[in-house]
Nanobody, 116 residues
Framework: QVQLVESGGGLVQPGGSLRLSCAFS????????MGWYRQAPGKQRDLVAV???????NYADAMKGRFTISRDNAKNTVSLQMISLKPEDTALYYC??????????WGRGTQVTVSS
């Protein structure tokens, strides 16, 4: 069973930076497309960024230029570097793993709060 554990969230001032990490275990990490999603209170869960098994990346428009997703297949981790954070980036950030073979997994999330 795949397990995903997010870390790195916290409180940061507007304009600040955070780096989220997600530790993957229970299967072959390199076989999974990895993604970050976020959900603000009262809103739906939205895509932030995804990275393919080959390292190709895709970002939601609002994150382009500010967020960078990366993966380390040797360490079974996926990271999200966030800069120039805005109050509207406040949300619970979730890690996702999907191998497009019917296997889709979610972590429990890590809270990011952007506030002065």
């Amino acid at each position: 069973q795949v397990q995903l554990v997010e870390s790195g969230g916290g409180l940061v001032q507007p304009g600040g930076s955070l780096r989220l990490s997600c530790a993957f275990s229970g299967s072959i990490f390199s076989h999974y497309i990895m993604g970050w999603y976020r959900q603000a209170p009262g809103k739906q869960r939205d895509l932030v960024a995804v990275i393919s098994t080959g390292g190709a990346t895709n970002y939601a428009d609002a994150m382009k230029g500010r967020f960078t997703i990366s993966r380390d297949n040797a360490k079974n981790t996926v990271s999200l570097q966030m800069i120039s954070l805005k109050p509207e980036d406040t949300a619970l950030y979730y890690c996702n793993a999907n191998n497009f073979a019917g296997n889709d997994y979610w972590g429990r999330g890590t809270q990011v709060t952007v506030s002065s």
